[in-house]
């Protein structure tokens, strides 16, 4: 054999390397499934708290608290009464201090979850499927309604980079199943809840949180440093659909997580539940109706680049969340196609040295 077709050789095997490598390498990048299933935010100690703060709580009027009222490194916490506190309430004590640090470490959790998907300032009149939403200051006028997609366990994570802001009488709605307790709200900066306002979700705010007048809160208002200022609010425990709620999850092990941890968490207690009855199952688990911003937005990207708010309706079809998977089958195919790759290269310098 000449030492020509010797080189055409080794080239054409060279080539079926490249090829078999480069094929294999883009099946390896495939990312996973735009959709899986985001995991809960553990708010652990911190969960069995309607309200936390660093530096002071203050209420005017008949607040009610369906948990427990803690502030760490604060003392105080005036107002109570005539606000009343179902749960316990714990200043400067070493109760409190174990919730902040439980606060500090799922704040830092849901701040840094990907991936997620950039959406514009406003939220009303949107419909969101679940996943994690970037914004660089959040501001709701009217109604913001969460489509679980009929999974009562998904999870909706919102990181916020500025302020948080509601407008007098906006609401949040849920459709699908959604469960308020996986709903968490992690601000960069402070919270506000307009008049007569009804919000959803764990708020984790790193400076402070004022609910104004009459503002409803199922969930919990949890601020690292600043301090919470309530007037005449309701803040009701966010329940969970116990059956599918992912195991260890805060929500499945604190109190929260039980009807009977306090009459105000009766689905009448704020409009941003569904209608039901104080025996039926929990009232975000019912259809509100059609949601007020049309179609959702579309599945987050499996990377954390800037996308555009304009997907197309309903998103790509949800992937099986059992067996093999498509994802790893197809990683599996890049291995080998790789190692073929590298078997087709040591043959050809073998053969044609």
């Not at 990907?114 to 996943?131: D, K, Q, V, W, Y």
């Not at 366990?153 to 308020?180: H, R």
Request: glycine share 12%.
């Amino acid at each position: 054999m000449t030492l020509q077709h010797r080189s055409y050789r080794w080239r054409a095997g060279v080539g079926s390397v490249a090829a078999a490598a480069t094929l294999g390498l883009m099946l390896l990048l495939i990312p996973g499934p735009a959709d899986a299933a985001e995991n809960p935010v553990d708010l652990n100690t911190a969960a069995d708290f309607s309200v936390l703060a660093g530096a002071t709580v203050t209420n005017t009027g008949a607040t009610t608290l369906a948990q427990g009222l803690g502030v760490h490194p604060g003392t105080a916490a005036p107002g109570f009464p005539p606000g009343t506190v179902a749960g316990e309430t714990h200043l400067a004590d070493g109760v409190a201090l174990q919730a902040k640090n439980d606060l500090t470490a799922a704040y830092t959790d849901a701040a840094g979850r990907t991936p997620f998907t950039n959406l514009a300032s406003e939220l009303g009149g949107r419909t969101l499927i679940p996943g994690v939403y970037r914004l660089g200051a959040a501001q709701l006028t009217g109604e913001l309604t969460l489509d679980s997609q009929n999974d009562t366990a998904a999870v909706f994570v919102f990181q916020v980079s500025s302020t948080l802001i509601t407008a007098s009488n906006s609401n949040v709605a849920f459709l699908n199943g959604a469960s308020p307790c996986n709903v968490f709200w992690q601000v960069t900066s402070s919270a506000t809840l307009g008049t007569n306002s009804d919000f959803v979700g764990n708020i984790m705010a790193l400076s402070s949180i004022t609910m104004n007048t009459g503002a409803d809160l199922v969930g919990r208002a949890l601020a690292r440093n600043g301090a919470v200022t309530l007037d005449d609010n309701d803040i009701t425990t966010p329940l969970c659909a116990a059956a599918t709620s992912p195991p260890g999850s805060s929500a499945a092990s604190s109190p929260a997580s039980s009807p009977a941890s306090s009459p105000a968490s009766s689905p009448a207690s704020s409009p941003a539940s569904s209608p039901g009855s104080p025996g039926a199952p929990p009232a975000a688990s019912a259809p509100t109706g059609p949601p007020a911003g049309g179609p959702p937005i579309g599945v987050p990207p499996r990377t954390s680049t800037p996308t555009s708010t304009d997907t197309p309706s309903g998103g790509p079809p949800r992937l099986p969340t059992t067996g093999i998977g498509l994802v790893p089958a197809l990683s599996a195919i890049g291995v080998g196609l790789v190692a073929l790759g590298v078997v087709i290269l040591l043959r050809y310098r073998k053969r044609y040295p």
